[in-house]
């Protein structure tokens, strides 16, 4: 098994930043594929950013790209989402997502997570 906890949700103003961490624990944390996933009232969760295992491969949904970052620190078993110029479509609850994997593989789908995290609320005023 393995917990994932997240943190650094809020509300914030168009245009402003956030730091979401997710720390791990429960089992070994380079062992996995990390990834974020957010859903917005009444919609489908979706995919935003995933990064790999091994050699910081990493993928971003197009509606993201160039203003989220993800990262990652196996040392301190944390996943990192630096979210910059938010707009207020990026409201929604974000949840980490971990699945067992190998060295290059990127978490993309929600179909392929294997642990949640429970969630944390980012809301973007306009």
């Known amino acids: 098994q393995v917990q994932l906890v997240e943190s650094g949700g809020g509300l914030v103003q168009a245009g402003d930043s956030l730091l979401l961490s997710c720390r791990a624990s429960?089992?070994?944390?380079?062992?996995?594929?990390m990834g974020w996933f957010r859903q917005a009232p009444g919609k489908e969760r979706e995919f935003v950013s995933g990064?790999?295992?091994?050699?910081?491969?990493?993928y971003y949904a197009d509606s993201v790209k160039g203003r989220f970052t993800i990262s990652r620190d196996n040392a301190k078993n944390t996943v990192y989402l630096q979210m910059n110029s938010l707009k207020p479509e990026d409201t929604a609850v974000y949840y980490c997502?971990?699945?067992?994997?190998?060295?290059?593989?990127?978490?993309?789908?929600?179909?392929?997570?294997?642990?949640w995290g429970p969630g944390n609320q980012v809301t973007v005023s306009s």
């Open positions: 997502a971990a699945k067992i994997s190998t060295p290059a593989w990127v978490l993309k789908r929600a179909a392929d997570v294997e642990y």
């Open positions: 429960g089992r070994t944390f380079s062992n996995f594929a």
């Open positions: 990064i790999s295992r091994g050699v910081g491969t990493t």
